[in-house]
């Protein structure tokens, strides 16, 4: 098993280094902490796509908040399904751990997560489109 930390913000001129911190305190290896600086619209980041393309069934995944994944509510939900479901990799969201995928597999576990990622998902997409 590999754990993994992704860390994006939205452009160049933004600062990284508070989700750099939070992998660090993680001891997550420096290799395995990936970091795009560009906007979250769409899945077209080199960082992401260089460690999806290595995660493998039992890795771990860290990311700060799920606003730093995307902010494209059908494109979160797909790259959630493709992690999770279909590469059997376990996500957790550091500020909201009820959103991890690690601790609760049952039904009602993954119905809550599946629940809260939609709702989440929803808001940045609108808040993305009022930023627009």
Do not use: C, P
């Amino acid at each position: 098993m590999e754990i993994y930390g992704y860390v994006r913000v939205s452009s160049k001129e933004q600062n990284d280094g508070r989700q750099i911190f939070v992998m660090n305190e993680l001891k997550i290896l420096v290799q395995n902490i990936f970091v795009d600086k560009q906007s979250g619209r769409d899945f077209d980041r080199s960082a992401y796509k260089l460690f999806a393309s290595r995660l493998k069934s039992g890795d771990l995944l860290y990311i700060k908040s799920i606003d730093r994944l995307g902010r494209n509510y059908g494109d979160i939900q797909e790259q959630w399904r493709m992690l999770t479901k279909e590469n059997g990799v376990d996500i957790v969201v550091i500020d909201m751990i009820l959103l991890g995928t690690r601790l609760h597999k049952d039904l009602m576990g993954t119905f809550i997560t599946d629940l809260v990622l939609q709702v989440l998902s929803f808001v940045f997409q609108a808040e993305f489109d009022n930023i627009r």
